[in-house]
Nanobody
Framework: QLQLVESGGDSVQAGGSLTLSCVAS????????MTWNRQAPVKEHESVAT???????????TYADSVKGRFTISRDFGRTTLYLQMNDLKLEDAAMYYC??????????????WGQGTQVTVSS
């Protein structure tokens, strides 16, 4: 069974950068749709970035408008670790960040595997 463990969350000043990692075990992630998601107090859950296999056996990525141009999702060559590179962090980026995986992107909410999360705090 696929297991995911996030790390890299920290307290950072606005305008700074941070890289989150999600290490997978128990299964290969090479054929999974994977996402980074976040949840902040009193705010709705938000999917911020997605990486998936395209029809040419490559990878495609998508981003929420709120992070486009600042965040980058990727995975390593061995396909065991998912990353989220976050640049120019803003106060509204503070949240608990979770990685998730599923065979299909539209199965994430009901059949996805989720990590326990890592906390990101942004201060002025």
């Amino acid at each position: 069974q696929l297991q995911l463990v996030e790390s890299g969350g920290d307290s950072v000043q606005a305008g700074g950068s941070l890289t989150l990692s999600c290490v997978a075990s128990g299964d290969s992630i090479s054929n999974y749709c994977m996402t980074w998601n976040r949840q902040a107090p009193v705010k709705e859950h938000e999917s911020v970035a997605t990486i998936d296999i395209d029809g040419n056996m490559g990878e495609k990525t998508t981003y929420a408008d709120s992070v486009k141009g600042r965040f980058t999702i990727s995975r390593d060559f061995g396909r065991t670790t998912l990353y989220l590179q976050m640049n120019d962090l803003k106060l509204e980026d503070a949240a608990m960040y979770y990685c998730a995986a599923a065979i299909r992107c539209d199965w994430l909410e009901t059949h996805g595997n989720w990590g326990q999360g890592t906390q990101v705090t942004v201060s002025s």
